[in-house]
Nanobody, 124 residues
């Protein structure tokens, strides 16, 4: 089974920086696009950024120029460096991985896998 474990969330003041990380693991795991979503109180979950294995990244307009997504393919790990944080960035941040794994009978399992989320709180 595929597991995604996030780390690095916390409480910061507006204008400060924070980096969250997510490592994907699983038997015979092939990870394609990885990304970050977030959900703020009273709002729908939204895509923040994603990145291909080759390093091509996309960002939501609200974070472009402030956030940087990166990954380490050897470690199946994705990072989100957040700078110039605002109160509106407060949310639970969820890691995603579009991946192929395998069942015990060798049948492939393809899907988008989600981490449990890490809280980022920005105080103003």
């Amino acid at each position: 089974q595929v597991q995604l474990v996030e780390s690095g969330g916390g409480l910061v003041h507006a204008g400060e920086s924070l980096t969250v990380s997510c490592a994907a693991s699983g038997s015979r795991l092939t990870v394609n696009v990885m990304g970050w979503h977030r959900q703020a109180p009273g709002k729908e979950r939204e895509l923040v950024a994603d990145i291909t294995r080759a390093g091509s990244a996309k960002y939501a307009d609200s974070v472009k120029g402030r956030f940087t997504i990166s990954r380490d393919n050897a470690k199946n790990t994705v990072y989100l460096h957040m700078s110039g944080l605002k109160a509106d960035d407060t949310a639970v941040y969820y890691c995603t991985a579009d991946a192929i794994s395998y069942n015990p009978d060798d049948s492939p399992v393809v899907g988008r896998y989600w981490g449990q989320g890490t809280q980022v709180t920005v105080s103003s």
